[in-house]
């Protein structure tokens, strides 16, 4: 309906509450880029934290480089900013801003530094990215299934299973461990995921897992 009010009560809400923002996210992807075109460009040059936050959705969901915007808001002051800037330069295929990137991996903020890894990774580095998204992948946090699926892309098959017997070790949940065993196409795990399919509770991801796999 491109009713502003309307829209600044909802990012009031995505502001407070994290599932609300994330449906919020996801709505800029769903309607169409001409809905949005002339909604953005206020934010754009705007100076609001959630304002810079539905842009940078909007773009990458569209996959729009945001352009200069998109390089001062890697280094925004505030941190859900910054992060959606590092994750959106992945997405827009920004390889100019990897040395960016590279150098959030040690950001204050656990998001900013997840998203960093990935981006940096995404956008082609093999060394230090790549290391510190192993190391990641391996610990809980929000971000962890994004980051884990990537490091078991990104792996050989020596280093994939020691990252799969690491998760194991460190007593993942199981269905974070089903999600990876499928990530990882190990087809020596389907007999154990098999096994699984008649439990209600694990059935759909085991199935997922098999999919990936198959």
């Known amino acids: 309906q491109r009713d502003a009010s ?22 800029f992807g769903w309607v169409s880029a001409q809905q949005l075109r002339g909604l953005l460009t206020p934010w754009m040059s705007g100076t609001a934290p959630m304002h810079k936050w539905a842009a940078l959705n909007a773009c990458a969901l569209h996959r729009v480089d945001p352009g200069s915007a ?36 040690k950001d204050d903020s656990p998001e900013c530094e997840a998203y960093a890894t990935w981006s940096a990774v995404l956008l ?17 946090s929000p971000w962890r299934s994004g980051l884990l699926a990537l490091a078991l892309f990104t792996a050989d098959t020596q280093t994939t299973q ?34 699984h399919m008649t439990d209600d509770r694990l059935a759909r991801v085991v199935a997922e897992a098999f999919s990936c796999i198959t």
């Open 70 to 105: 998109l390089i001062a808001w890697l280094s925004d002051t505030d941190a859900r900013v910054r992060a959606r800037a590092l994750r959106t330069a992945a997405e827009v295929a920004r390889r100019d801003l990897l040395p960016a990137c590279l150098d959030h991996l």
């Open 162 to 195: 020691a990252l799969m017997k690491s998760l194991t070790t460190a007593n993942a949940d199981q269905r974070t461990v089903m999600r990876a065993a499928g990530w990882a196409g190990d087809v020596h795990v389907v007999p154990w995921l098999l096994q």
């Open 124 to 140: 082609g580095d093999r060394s230090a990215a790549l290391d510190a998204l192993r190391t990641l992948a391996l610990s809980p």
């Open 6 to 27: 309307q829209i600044d009560k909802l990012l009031l809400l995505a502001e407070a509450d994290p599932l609300a923002a994330t449906g919020l996210a996801s709505a």
